[in-house]
């Protein structure tokens, strides 16, 4: 069996628990506290971040992009990464695009700043300029998504990829806090519904912090 260290809200743990689930491969999930990492963490990935994937023969995996890319190389079907290299090109820009970009303008500041620090998991205040950024610049990122869903079945293309994972993975996070403004942009939501409805998706929303419980229509598929 293998083991995922995780954390309830992590997106970069979330694309792994989604990546896990469409391979259907079977893992124990284990929650890892908000705050200073453990030295058990430590030392299984130097940087104490999660996600970290202990493979059945006890090779351990570290960082999300290592870990989904690892696994659709070693389990091939479905292919979540691109069936040539165009596609894969594609679908890597996207990832960095929400584990980069969207994270950096949204995630920070709608889940670390708003979400978790609010409910005592952070060690510092909130920064309101975080927060107000999170909200200015979510619209833009949905606007995006609604543009590429438009083009495409799916965000890189016709098949269901790394891509979709990667921007679920934030926005059910974001969501979680009620951050998303989904009324102001439909293709976007569209597309998140059917992310939504897929079976990899509903341990995601399941997920219930201690002491902030999500909004009703989180966990909802016809939101």
Not at 144 to 160: H, K, P, S, V
Not at 179 to 184: E, I, N, T
């Amino acid at each position: 069996m293998r083991t995922l260290y995780h954390a309830w809200l992590n997106p970069f743990a979330r694309k792994v628990r989604v990546a896990l689930g469409e391979k259907k491969l079977e893992f124990e999930a284990v929650a890892v506290e908000d705050g200073p990492p453990s030295p058990d963490l430590v030392a299984l990935n130097p940087a104490g971040e999660v996600p970290v994937l202990i493979e059945p023969d006890g090779t351990v995996l570290a960082d999300s992009v290592a870990i989904t890319e690892f696994l659709d190389e070693i389990h091939p079907m479905p292919c979540l990464l691109g069936e040539n290299p165009v596609r894969r090109a594609e679908v890597r820009r996207l990832v960095a695009w929400f584990d980069l970009k969207f994270n950096r303008d949204v995630t920070i500041g709608l889940v670390g700043e708003k979400l978790l620090k609010r409910h005592g998991r952070g060690r510092n205040e909130p920064d309101s300029k975080l927060i107000r950024t999170g909200f200015e610049m979510i619209g833009p990122h949905l606007e995006y998504i609604g543009w590429l869903t438009e083009q495409r079945r799916w965000l890189a293309g016709d098949d269901f990829s790394l891509a979709d994972i990667a921007a679920a993975a934030h926005i059910s996070a974001v969501d979680y806090g009620g951050g998303v403004p989904w009324d102001a942009c439909p293709a976007a939501k569209d597309w998140y519904a059917r992310v939504k409805s897929r079976p990899s998706f509903r341990p995601l929303l399941a997920d219930h912090l201690p002491g902030a419980p999500p909004p009703p229509h989180y966990a909802d598929l016809d939101f």
